[in-house]
């Protein structure tokens, strides 16, 4: 059991280069998403999805892309890469309490981008 | 949009003292969840609290959530340097979409 896996586990891009961080997670889990982490920031929500075939932005959508056509995969696509992209990124699966289980969240190990 | 704010910040201390870290907001939370984080690794949830007032113990890590749900702090008993790292808590909104505070790091000196 992998849990949530990422990669590449780091990239250095140009500016206006695209590419597409993977994720992956072996725990059937519905809920999956995107988060970027800056310092100071805590993590932001970039996308995210309830289920395969169904995506929604979060809280800084702008530049990124999602897809979602299987429950284990959720991969996330820089479409032109600019500088204030730098960050890390987290993907993660959840599943959520039901009576008196609690709501669990998994995060991956995270990628770190570098956008010159 | 929701928001939350820990503090402090930042905090170092000795091997053995307490502590107590906080996260608020002016917003009502479904839930609330702490998580740790270590360096070059991505968050471990800690704990989970729905209820009101609710308090939950980890060893020597406990727990509050608020009455209203607004607030929540981490208090850590005879902090131990493997407590070292960054705190961030978490508040359940609408959509099901949590909203992170900013994180307190945290160094324990031995």
């Known amino acids: 059991n992998a849990g949530v896996t990422q990669t590449p586990k780091f990239q250095v891009l140009k500016t206006g280069q695209s590419m597409t961080l993977q994720c992956a997670q072996d725990m059937n889990h519905e809920y999956m998403s995107w988060y970027r982490q800056d310092p100071g920031m805590g993590l932001r929500l970039i996308h995210y999805?309830?289920?395969?075939?169904?995506?929604d932005q979060g809280e800084v959508p702008n530049g990124y892309n999602v897809s979602r056509s299987t429950t284990e995969d959720f991969p996330l696509r820089l479409l032109s890469a600019a500088p204030s992209q730098t960050s890390v990124y987290f993907c993660a699966s959840r599943i959520f309490g039901r009576g008196r289980a609690p709501d669990t969240q998994y995060f991956g190990p995270g990628t770190r981008l570098t956008v010159l | 949009t929701q928001l939350l704010e820990q503090s402090p910040q930042f905090l170092s201390i000795q091997e053995g003292e307490n502590l107590t870290v906080y996260c608020n907001s002016s917003?009502?939370?479904?839930?609330l969840q702490w998580y740790r984080q270590e360096p070059g690794e991505g968050p471990v949830l800690l704990v989970t609290v729905v209820t009101g007032g609710e308090v939950k113990k980890l060893k020597r890590l406990t727990f509050q959530f608020g009455d209203a749900r607004k607030d929540s702090s981490l208090h850590i008993t005879a902090a131990q340097p493997g407590d070292t790292g960054l705190y961030l808590c978490a508040g359940g909104g609408a959509g099901n979409m949590l909203t992170f505070g900013g994180g307190t790091r945290l160094m324990v000196k031995p």
């Open positions: 999805s309830v289920g395969a075939g169904i995506t």
């Open positions: 917003s009502v939370f479904s839930s």
